[in-house]
């Protein structure tokens, strides 16, 4: 596609539900990016993957995070047993190999109740 | 980790009037990025710096990457309501990641 989309937009969860949030990077970008939006603040780093392979994951907050990206494509962060602080927006961004220029899909705002 | 320091917080600016906001960073970095958050959406990649003292243009926005390497700013000439919006300035990691570490944002507001 044209950019990076993201599904669903919005998701409101009871606390301890499961949630999928799904990512479609430009498609040919080897690189992926998932990063977490608290209110008034900027993006911060979830996961990396470089095509398929999970190279970095140092950001995601707990265990309970956990994302793939089997076919090198599209990815999908799983948040198990979702907790209210898990709250905010989290987005999708994908870069062209060796390139710093990151392109941000819409963002899935997550709410837990 | 590395942190960018941005400024100002918020800018309540007139229509037509000029803007300039900057960000600092205590640790070098190679590239700088300026993005662009509306409301319900994503960044949006306005300018990219690749060398020190690079200056760059689009359209009414011009960036500069900081000779020291440590800052960045960004400029909007003749502001129009549509600017409003955050805008964050974002450098890659040293790390093998090369994740963005992003500015806490400059909320901008134009009054007509």
């Given at each position: 596609?044209?950019?990076?989309?993201?599904?669903?937009?919005?998701k409101?969860?009871?606390?301890?539900?499961?949630?999928?949030?799904?990512c479609?990077?430009?498609?040919g970008?080897v690189s992926?990016?998932?990063?977490?939006?608290?209110?008034?603040?900027?993006p911060e780093?979830?996961t990396y993957?470089?095509?398929?392979?999970?190279?970095?994951?140092s950001?995601?907050?707990?265990?309970?995070f956990?994302a793939?990206r089997?076919?090198?494509?599209v990815s999908?962060?799983?948040?198990?047993?979702?907790?209210?602080?898990?709250?905010?927006?989290?987005l999708?961004?994908?870069?062209?190999r060796?390139?710093a220029e990151q392109?941000?899909?819409?963002g899935?705002?997550?709410t837990?109740l | 980790g590395?942190q960018l320091n941005?400024s100002?917080?918020?800018?309540f600016?007139?229509?037509?009037?000029?803007?300039?906001?900057?960000c600092?960073?205590?640790?070098?970095?190679?590239?700088w990025?300026?993005?662009?958050?509306d409301p319900?959406?994503g960044?949006?990649?306005?300018?990219?710096?690749?060398?020190?003292?690079?200056?760059?243009s689009n359209?009414?926005?011009?960036?500069?990457?900081?000779i020291?390497?440590k800052?960045?700013?960004?400029?909007i000439?003749?502001?129009i309501p549509?600017d409003v919006?955050?805008?964050f300035?974002?450098?890659?990691?040293?790390?093998?990641?090369?994740?963005?570490t992003?500015?806490?944002?400059?909320?901008?507001?134009v009054l007509?």
């Amino acid at each position: 596609g044209a950019g990076v989309s993201q599904s669903p937009r919005y998701k409101v969860a009871k606390r301890g539900q499961d949630v999928a949030l799904r990512c479609d990077p430009i498609s040919g970008h080897v690189s992926l990016f998932w990063y977490q939006q608290a209110l008034g603040q900027g993006p911060e780093f979830l996961t990396y993957f470089q095509n398929e392979a999970q190279l970095d994951k140092s950001g995601l907050p707990s265990d309970r995070f956990f994302a793939e990206r089997p076919e090198g494509s599209v990815s999908t962060l799983k948040i198990q047993r979702t907790q209210q602080e898990d709250s905010a927006v989290y987005l999708c961004a994908s870069s062209a190999r060796g390139r710093a220029e990151q392109f941000f899909g819409p963002g899935t705002r997550l709410t837990v109740l | 980790g590395q942190q960018l320091n941005q400024s100002p917080q918020s800018m309540f600016i007139q229509e037509g009037e000029d803007v300039s906001m900057n960000c600092t960073s205590s640790s070098i970095f190679n590239t700088w990025l300026w993005y662009k958050q509306d409301p319900g959406e994503g960044p949006v990649l306005l300018i990219a710096l690749y060398k020190a003292g690079e200056l760059t243009s689009n359209g009414r926005l011009t960036a500069q990457f900081g000779i020291t390497r440590k800052d960045s700013f960004l400029n909007i000439s003749a502001s129009i309501p549509s600017d409003v919006g955050i805008y964050f300035c974002a450098g890659p990691s040293s790390g093998s990641a090369r994740q963005l570490t992003f500015g806490s944002g400059t909320q901008l507001t134009v009054l007509p």
